[in-house]
């Protein structure tokens, strides 16, 4: 199992957090997605490998922001 957490701006509300989390449930490989708008970071475990920017295009393409 791996984890990768990204650095998102955007999420206000645990509705914001519910759309990342389910977003990226669709992802094959990811297993778990832990998504907080107060800390503003989205932890996801894989297991398998898969390519970082598969998870932040799909962050992006809901329309938040992935910051490096
Ligand atoms: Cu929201």
Redesign the pocket.
Known sequence: MKELTFKVEG???N??ENRVQNSLKTVDGVENVSASHVTGTVTVTLNKEIDESIIKNKIEDIGYEVKE
Request: charged content about 0%; proline content about 0%; some cysteine.
């Open positions: 999420m206000m509300c509705g914001c």
